[in-house]
């Protein structure tokens, strides 16, 4: 299975610009790369998702890597309720095996 | 809509025993999995289903059981329950692929 990776942790000041990378070098041409995040003491939660093209919702934008082998998801305006740990999760398009979950990243913001 | 619910939220075992985690989702999806969360990891899959009726294994099986006799519930079994065993599970559904909706996880604890 393809393998991401991504720091430990990260900090940001309110109100600021996030970008939270992923790097996914072994990447395949089904898999779909997926961010969600988990607030303390709370089961998951979808953040968004993308195969080839830049993505953009109402929570984040994800931004691909023309040879698909980074990504960086990007919140536009980081808020305390945005601490939380975040994970990329490579997933083949169409599977239905479950998310292989990382240690992802712990991203702390600062008031 | 309730999304997805675990019940208990928390449950105190001893060595031996036995207990099932119920799961249930009211957003008719076909999908539905039974992760568990250790200290400071990610997440790991034990069971998925893709249907009623139908269960799978997924990374760490060993010592659960599933069913998923109707559409909108998913049983997860600890037939002898083990230290090793504590832990905190998470249920989730997807209606086929993508999306995966989280359940706010039941705290288990093997004495």
């Known amino acids: 299975d393809a393998k991401t990776t991504q720091p430990n942790s990260m900090e940001s000041n309110e109100e600021e610009p996030v970008h939270l990378p992923c790097n996914h070098s072994t990447i395949s041409g089904t898999d779909y790369i997926h961010w969600y995040r988990q607030l303390p003491s709370q089961g998951p939660e979808y953040v968004i998702h993308g195969l080839t093209s830049n993505v953009n919702n109402r929570m984040a934008s994800l931004a691909i890597a023309e040879d698909r082998k980074s990504s960086t998801l990007i919140l536009h305006r980081a808020t305390l309720r945005d601490a939380a740990v975040y994970y990329c999760?490579?997933?083949?398009?169409?599977?239905?095996?479950?998310?292989?979950f990382g240690k992802g990243t712990h991203l702390i913001i600062q008031p | 809509n309730a999304g997805v619910t675990q019940t208990p939220k928390f449950r105190v075992l001893k060595t031996g025993q036995s207990m099932t985690l119920l799961c249930a989702q009211d957003m008719n999806h076909e999908y539905m999995y039974w992760y568990r969360q250790d200290p400071g990891m990610g997440l790991r899959l034990i069971h998925y289903s893709v249907g009623e009726g139908t269960t799978a294994k997924g990374e760490v099986p060993d010592g659960y059981n599933v069913s998923r006799l109707k559409k909108q519930n998913f049983l997860l079994g600890l037939e002898s329950a083990a230290p090793s065993q504590t832990s905190v599970y998470f249920c989730?559904?997807?209606?086929?692929?993508?999306?995966?909706?989280f359940g706010p996880g039941t705290r288990l604890t093997v004495l």
């Open positions: 999760i490579l997933e083949k398009g169409g599977g239905a095996d479950g998310l292989t």
């Open positions: 989730a559904s997807s209606y086929i692929w993508g999306e995966q909706f």
